[in-house]
């Protein structure tokens, strides 16, 4: 007899307060990518996605947070990472660059904006300019880049782990 | 004139030794879903990818994952979870059940196969019964669970997080 009795879709954990991480993301090239990232933004006990472009949810993906997550749509991004930055946010986006920070070393600000950038083109340098700090996720093996939606995983999945109760 | 200059696809980590996580998946119901976890496992620097049933890669998702790296198929799970932990590995099993670890304070051994149920029902009875171990990844929100990639994805992030350089 197992030790271990599945209890799938358990009750999720209470925060102690609302989560301040926005999550923004550039045009996407796959309502496939952003409804997996909505749909971990969910899980992950967001309330705030920012999406940019004509990029729309597929529910049939992204599950109950296309109800659950208040979606803001806006043409482009930099106005959006404007107005974030004038909310007191953090701009922290996740890019291979220059003076990218490694996650695994990275302490987030609790009020933080998440801004991802497009898979093929990843963020323009106007969009870059905006961005207190970037981070990136150490690769060790091809293809040497994380598809969108997965690299999104693990930056969501290290804010979580810093800050468990919100 | 931003700090911040593109450098995707820059040369990835290179590893002090080859990493001994070995991910193990149950029969799967979305090649999709095998072929994004099996892009993760290259990009985290694996060396080794454990299929179980038909389930079949997508070159088109897994992209260079599925020359680099060592893909084994077997029927079923539970004669390969035998043949590992006879190998030394420790089983851990990614699910929500009665005493599943949570994920943020989990001491990966460096040794490990990381066992991954099937997106509807997990993993079995018969495949949990073998496990040393189970980690759960919290959830906060709405859908109450994890995409299985974007799950594998956070794991394969934590057992990164802990040994970086293998």
Same mark, same amino acid.
């Not at 796959?30 to 920012?50: E, F, P």
């Not at 660059?97 to 323009?124: M, W």
């Not at 999104?152 to 919100?166: D, K, S």
């Given at each position: 007899? !197992?030790? @271990?009795?599945h ?17 923004? &993301?550039?045009?996407? %090239?796959s #309502?496939? #990518?952003? !409804? ?6 969910g &899980? ?6 920012? &999406? ?17 997550? *208040?979606?803001? !749509?806006?043409?482009?991004?930099e106005?959006?990472?404007?107005k974030?930055?004038?909310?007191? @946010? %953090?701009?922290?986006?996740? *890019? ?12 987030f ?9 497009n898979?093929?083109?990843g963020?323009?340098?106007d ?6 700090d ?9 293809? =040497?880049? =994380? #598809? ?8 969501? =999945?290290? =804010?979580?782990?810093? @800050?468990?109760?919100?």
């Amino acid at each position: 007899m !197992s030790d @271990f009795v599945h209890e799938r879709h358990k009750p999720p954990r209470q925060l102690d307060r609302p989560r301040e991480l926005v999550l923004v &993301c550039a045009p996407m %090239r796959s #309502n496939v #990518n952003l !409804s997996r990232i909505a749909r971990a933004a969910g &899980c992950c006990g967001l309330t705030r996605l920012i &999406c940019c472009g004509p990029g729309r949810l597929d529910r049939k993906i992204a599950r109950d947070a296309a109800d659950t997550l *208040e979606i803001e !749509s806006h043409r482009t991004l930099e106005p959006v990472l404007k107005k974030l930055r004038d909310d007191g @946010f %953090r701009l922290v986006g996740l *890019e291979q660059t220059s003076h990218s920070h490694d996650l695994h070393q990275y302490k987030f600000e609790r009020r933080t904006a998440l801004v991802i950038g497009n898979e093929r083109t990843g963020l323009t340098d106007d969009s870059l300019a905006l961005l207190d700090d970037v981070v990136e996720i150490p690769v060790w093996g091809l293809p =040497y880049s =994380y #598809n969108v939606a997965t690299a999104t995983a693990m930056a969501l =999945y290290e =804010y979580c782990r810093q @800050f468990p109760a919100g």
